[in-house]
């Protein structure tokens, strides 16, 4: 297996109001696709958003679930201003609070928030190194 994550794809309550959040409030780049599912183009990937229960059923799980899911989705920016300006961004389009961004205990300033399915985000600011492609190689 080739180390990289190609799509990640969130199971969704309410696919509309999934939608909303991710296109018009966090302003990701909506890929035409088929009315069931939502496809975004990431840099270097894509984000799907599909049916909680229908993921589910895919892959032959139960469809609850509750409290921590054991991950969270990260999305590193090149300041603390930025890490404040994103979570700004999310929590006006519907985010709900997690932590208060703020310095690190490994060096950094990170905040978390929930999209309206309740999966963490984290946005970081890394001042030791930058993670993941730069946003000027998209």
């Keep these: 297996m080739k180390p990289r994550i190609s799509m990640i794809t969130l199971g969704v309550r309410d696919l509309a109001t999934a939608v909303k959040f991710y296109e018009a409030g966090l302003g990701f780049p909506r890929m035409e696709s088929p009315p069931e599912v939502a496809f975004f183009t990431l840099n270097g990937s894509w984000l799907g958003l599909y049916s909680r229960n229908a993921l589910a059923e895919d892959a032959t799980v139960p469809p609850e679930g509750n409290g921590f899911e054991g991950f969270t989705l990260s999305h590193n920016v090149s300041s603390e201003e930025e890490v404040e300006k994103v979570m700004g961004q999310a929590l006006a389009a519907g985010a709900t609070l997690v932590k208060t961004a703020q310095k690190v205990f490994w060096g950094g300033y990170s905040g978390y928030f929930k999209d309206p399915d309740g999966h963490l985000w984290e946005i970081a600011h890394n001042p030791h190194f930058w993670?993941?492609?730069?946003?000027?190689?998209?």
Excluded: I
Excluded at 131 to 138: Q, S, T
């Design 131 to 138: 993670v993941g492609p730069r946003d000027d190689e998209a």
